[in-house]
């Protein structure tokens, strides 16, 4: 069973930045794509970020520019740097496969929560 857990996020100031890991068991992530999603209340949960097997990276354009997703194989871990944080981007973020087929997505993790305020 393929499992995520999240960690890093926390309380950030506007302006401010985060680092976000994402260990995964249950597979290994080098054959696969894998990205970062968030979601805010009462929102869809949006991909923001995307790596290939081969690290070719895509962004959403609310957040080119400031983002960065990064994969280390040998640690089965993925991560997404972000800065000059605003309210907005306040969110459960989460990581996952990216899957050809939606449903062959594995079950979420819990995500973890990214506050941004004063």
């Known amino acids: 069973q393929v499992q995520f857990v999240e960690s890093g996020g926390g309380l950030v100031q506007p302006g401010g930045s985060f680092r976000l890991s994402c260990v995964v068991s249950?597979?290994?992530?080098?054959?696969?794509?894998m990205g970062w999603w968030r979601q805010s209340p009462g929102t869809r949960r949006e991909l923001i970020a995307q790596?290939?097997?081969?690290?070719?990276?895509n962004y959403a354009n609310f957040v080119k520019g400031r983002c960065t997703i990064s994969r280390d194989n040998a640690k089965n871990t993925i991560y997404l740097e972000m800065d000059n944080l605003n309210v907005d981007d306040t969110a459960v973020y989460y990581c996952?496969?990216?899957?050809?087929?939606?449903?062959?997505?594995?079950?979420w993790g819990q995500g973890i929560q990214v506050t941004v305020s004063s």
């Open positions: 996952n496969l990216i899957t050809p087929n939606i449903n062959d997505r594995p079950p």
């Open positions: 249950g597979t290994a992530i080098y054959k696969y794509a």
């Open positions: 790596i290939t097997s081969n690290e070719s990276k």
